[in-house]
């Protein structure tokens, strides 16, 4: 069964800094995956989708890689900023479901 | 503006009071399904269709029922509501769930009194 994981739980930066944010998932056979960032008591924004023929997406101060082989995918937030303050959350499409990491809650330091 | 749209926001209701969440996408998208969101459980999924009239059970399908008669709307029923499904709901549409993102709506907070 899939697992996903997300390493840190939590993350507290000064602004500025940049950081990456970890996922990983148990079974390599998956279409794509997928970063949202949620803030407190909100929807799902989506960030990036990364397919599983591809290496890596940019979207702005963004930047996701995937490594299917080792199960990794990276998000990598540049020069962070304090409403970069959210909880991101990685998913994997596998077998016609999303299955979730937890979220790492990020907290910028103004 | 291409969207999900979910309603309502906020609910709050009595055990064993039939209620009925709607979810509409705009999108022309095959695949739609439900989520729920629990503080230490995090994401875990309802129900999910692939198309008109098919849809299929997720990891925690107890307690809900779904239809799909049309394309654009996917429905969550509770048929009996009860406090455990207290939570916050997602719907998501995708293309064919599989080589697509997935969009989601604004979500419904349920609570079960």
């Known amino acids: 069964k899939q697992e996903v994981t997300q390493i840190p739980a939590a993350l507290s930066v000064p602004e500025g800094e940049n950081l990456v944010l970890n996922c990983s998932f148990t079974?390599?056979?998956?279409?794509?995956l997928q970063w949202f960032r949620q803030d407190p008591g909100k929807g799902l924004t989506s960030l990036l989708l990364?397919?599983?023929s591809q290496r890596e997406q940019t979207s702005g101060r963004l930047n996701a890689s995937l490594d299917k082989s080792s199960g990794r995918s990276t998000l990598y937030i540049a020069a962070s900023q304090p409403g970069d303050s959210a909880t991101y959350l990685c998913a994997v499409v596998s077998n016609y479901q999303l299955i979730w990491g937890a979220g790492t809650k990020l907290i910028i330091k103004p | 503006e291409a969207q999900v749209t979910q309603n309502p926001r906020y609910l709050i209701t009595v055990t064993g009071k039939k209620l009925t969440v709607t979810c509409s996408q705009n999108?022309?998208?095959?695949?739609m399904s439900w989520y729920r969101q629990d503080p230490g459980l995090g994401l875990r999924q309802i129900y999910y269709s692939m198309n008109v009239e098919v849809t299929d059970k997720g990891d925690v399908p107890e307690g809900y029922k779904v239809s799909r008669k049309e394309k654009r709307n996917f429905p969550l029923i509770l048929e009996s509501p009860s406090p455990n499904q207290t939570s916050l709901y997602f719907c998501?549409?995708?293309?064919?769930?599989?080589?697509?993102?997935?969009?989601f709506g604004s979500g419904t907070r349920l609570t079960v009194v």
């Open positions: 990364i397919q599983s």
């Open positions: 999108m022309n998208h095959e695949y």
């Open positions: 998501a549409s995708s293309l064919n769930g599989v080589n697509y993102g997935y969009t």
């Open positions: 079974d390599s056979a998956i279409y794509n």
